[in-house]
């Protein structure tokens, strides 16, 4: 079964068809909501809102581990993620969406991994290439079937929140070879490694990250909704024909 999980502007599906909501209980406390079922362009597949379905959790404060392993144990076999970033690298601009190749993680405290504690082994899991190309491929192919432009690749620098950044921050993620910008990319995509889950993410550039383009003097959380509000329609476009093409048992 294909999982979506949905970020800022991304609640919910609209043109999900929904069967049945589970509660999951989890070694890890609470996911953000329970999971939803549902068919989507004649596949069916689980939807969960990363930051609650009243986007109430911050980028900090999501229990990542309890989403993962959620989505682990009722049987999610590859996961398409939705995130809102700021763009970085010139030629970037507002609207843009992009599949990500790389991650630089800049988090900190964050519940990261599932292997710790007195009763695990030490498990190193290879994450040379954080994304499955295979699903990165899916999602490139589905928006070639969508008609929708998107960038094939790029680095996610994926920083703490929930404050934006700052001018000089944006500058050393550039100098470190970063295109984006993001609160949520970790550890989310380094727990599905860990669990064997095929994970790729498709990331809408909301705004010029902080002393670029329109963002040099401030960052505007209201062009930033309005930016969401009019062009997540293409990103749901994309999902469908992804589903349509994989989402079949």
């Given at each position: 079964?294909?999982?979506?999980?949905?970020?800022?502007?991304?609640?919910?599906?609209?043109?999900?068809?929904?069967?049945?909501?589970?509660?999951?209980?989890?070694?890890?406390?609470?996911?953000?909501?329970?999971?939803?079922?549902?068919?989507?362009?004649?596949?069916?597949?689980?939807?969960?809102?990363?930051?609650g379905?009243?986007?109430?959790?911050?980028?900090?404060?999501?229990?990542?581990?309890?989403?993962?392993?959620?989505?682990?144990?009722k049987?999610?076999?590859?996961?398409?993620?939705?995130?809102?970033?700021?763009?970085?690298?010139?030629?970037?601009?507002?609207?843009?969406?992009?599949i990500?190749?790389?991650i630089?993680?800049?988090?900190?405290?964050?519940?990261?991994?599932?292997?710790?504690?007195?009763?695990?082994?030490?498990?190193?899991?290879?994450?040379?290439?954080?994304?499955?190309?295979?699903?990165?491929?899916?999602?490139?192919?589905?928006?070639?079937?969508?008609?929708?432009?998107?960038?094939?690749?790029?680095?996610?620098?994926?920083?703490?929140?929930?404050?934006?950044?700052?001018?000089?921050?944006?500058?050393?993620?550039?100098?470190?070879?970063?295109?984006?910008?993001?609160?949520?990319?970790?550890?989310e995509?380094?727990?599905?490694?860990?669990?064997?889950?095929?994970?790729?993410?498709l990331?809408?550039?909301?705004?010029?990250?902080?002393?670029?383009?329109?963002?040099?003097?401030?960052?505007?959380?209201?062009?930033?909704?309005?930016?969401?509000?009019?062009?997540?329609?293409?990103?749901?476009?994309?999902?469908?024909?992804?589903?349509?093409?994989?989402?079949?048992?």
């Open positions: 079964m294909l999982a979506i999980i949905g970020g800022s502007g991304l609640t919910q599906l609209a043109t999900l068809e929904v069967l049945r909501k589970q509660i999951v209980r989890t070694p890890y406390g609470e996911p953000s909501g329970p999971l939803t079922y549902g068919h989507l362009a004649g596949g069916e597949v689980a939807f969960l809102a990363r930051h379905y009243g986007h109430t959790l911050a980028p900090h404060e999501i229990n990542y581990r309890a989403n993962i392993w959620a989505l682990k144990e049987g999610v076999t590859r996961i398409l993620a939705v995130c809102t970033v700021g763009c970085i690298t010139p030629g970037l601009a507002s609207g843009d969406i992009v990500p190749d790389q630089i993680d800049y988090t900190w405290g964050r519940k990261s991994t599932f292997f710790e504690g007195a009763e695990q082994p030490v498990v190193h899991v290879d994450f040379t290439h954080p994304y499955c190309e295979a699903t990165r491929g899916m999602l490139i192919e589905g928006a070639r079937d969508a008609g929708v432009a998107v960038v094939p690749r790029g680095t996610y620098a994926a920083v703490q929140g929930p404050r934006l950044e700052t001018a000089a921050e944006i500058d050393r993620f550039e100098r470190d070879g970063a295109d984006l910008v993001g609160m949520t990319g970790m550890p995509a380094a727990l599905a490694r860990e669990l064997g889950i095929p994970y790729a993410a990331a809408l550039v909301a705004n010029p990250a902080a002393g670029r383009g329109t963002s040099a003097q401030a960052v505007s959380i209201e062009e930033i909704s309005k930016v969401l509000k009019e062009t997540m329609g293409r990103v749901s476009l994309v999902v469908e024909k992804v589903v349509e093409r994989h989402g079949h048992p």
